[in-house]
């Protein structure tokens, strides 16, 4: 098995002065990587997924505002704090519906306003420190993720997963990944199958990509042939992320993920969400209340083909995400343990 934190999808610098991030558009042809260094470089990397998956993005976001605050000119407090504010809301914009985003921006934040009497280059060291504790909370969260998870599974099962929710996505690991990659290490030898995630395709260029390279037992599907997969016998569990979390246990996850929970609830199949607490928004209520980022119709008509797939003129409906309702989902799996229905109690416990 080839070691998959090899493949280092987002860090500093070594001199501290750019976000390097692995550019996933580039992905499988090439493993190419990128130096971010302004605010615009880093809120279009967001933005075009050249980084992406909620927790990094956050790990992106929180090292964005370290690397933009080492050049912010202030020689006060108010104006480092201005500028600082300025930038962070920029940067959220990037992406609405991936609560992490924010919460990294927020974290940083904190950061600054908690120590308004410190000097500027005491505050940019503080903020160094800050983005460096939210890169190891999440490789140490998505471990304990799946352990968790995997206490759930049972060797040589066969699992179905949706868009990339794995080492590529986060800091090490995975979220929906993790339990597999641990299962790998230990010989469970699941058999995976992966969905292509139309129309970004990040099931087949990047969980295919990844399993494939770390010697797990993959197999690439088309969104649409899941039911005949699930049908025939082939998958035992569900595993997905998530980029929010509402209190009722609605799920915002990657476009097709509602479908899938209603074929695994028709086959009598578990569906288990994994991510980070930080996925959970403690503000919204229910799925109702989640924004769902749109995208470019391009993406369905010409990002992948050597001509236009669609009839010019046509409307295109591209949203980023689809909400999964909670009487669909069997368990939500955290880094502190796994949420069950009634979820508005026990993912406040």
């Given at each position: 098995m080839n070691n998959i934190t090899d493949l280092k999808t987002v860090r500093l610098s070594d001199d501290s002065c750019a976000v390097v991030i692995l550019d996933q558009t580039r992905l499988p042809a090439e493993e190419s990587y990128l130096s971010l260094v302004t605010a615009?470089?880093?809120?279009?990397?967001?933005?075009?997924?050249?980084?992406?998956?909620?927790?990094?993005?956050?790990?992106?976001?929180?090292?964005?505002?370290?690397?933009?605050?080492?050049?912010?000119?202030?020689?006060?407090?108010?104006?480092?704090?201005?500028?600082?504010?300025r930038i962070k809301e920029y940067l959220a914009g990037a992406r609405p519906t991936a609560v992490n985003l924010v919460a990294a921006l927020n974290?940083?934040?904190?950061?600054?306003?908690?120590?308004?009497?410190?000097?500027v280059s005491t505050l940019v060291q503080l903020l160094h420190d800050e983005a460096q504790?939210?890169?190891?909370?999440?490789?140490?969260?998505?471990?304990?993720?799946g352990e968790h998870c995997l206490s759930l599974l049972r060797p040589g099962m066969g699992l179905l997963t949706h868009c990339n929710a794995g080492h590529l996505a986060v800091s090490e690991y995975g979220t929906a990944l993790a339990p597999i990659y641990l299962g790998e290490e230990r010989g469970h030898g699941f058999k995976v199958f992966a969905d292509e995630t139309r129309p970004l395709l990040q099931g087949a260029r990047l969980t295919a990509y990844e399993l494939q390279r770390a010697g797990v037992d993959v197999t690439l599907i088309c969104d649409n042939m899941a039911s005949a997969v699930m049908q025939k016998g082939w998958v035992q569990a569900v595993v997905v992320g998530c980029d929010r979390v509402a209190m009722n246990g609605d799920v915002a996850n990657k476009i097709g993920t509602s479908g899938v929970a209603?074929?695994?609830?028709?086959?009598?199949?578990?569906f288990y969400v994994l991510g980070p607490t930080s996925t959970v928004d403690k503000q919204c209520p229910d799925g109702k209340s989640?924004?769902?980022?749109?995208?470019?119709?391009?993406?369905?008509?010409?990002m992948w083909y050597a001509h236009r797939m669609a009839p010019r003129g046509v409307r295109i409906y591209n949203p980023a995400f689809d909400v999964t309702p909670y009487e669909l989902i069997t368990a939500i799996i955290t880094e502190k343990g796994i949420a069950y229905s009634p979820f508005e109690d026990s993912l406040r416990q």
């Open positions: 615009e470089d880093i809120w279009d990397a967001i933005y075009k997924l050249k980084v992406r998956g909620a927790p990094a993005i956050g790990v992106a976001a929180a090292y964005g505002m370290y690397v933009c605050s080492r050049q912010i000119q202030a020689s006060s407090y108010s104006d480092f704090y201005t500028e600082f504010h974290r940083m934040e904190e950061v600054v306003l908690d120590n308004s009497s410190e000097d504790a939210i890169r190891t909370e999440d490789a140490a969260a998505c471990r304990r993720i209603v074929l695994a609830y028709h086959y009598g199949i578990p989640i924004v769902i980022e749109e995208r470019d119709p391009d993406e369905v008509s010409e």
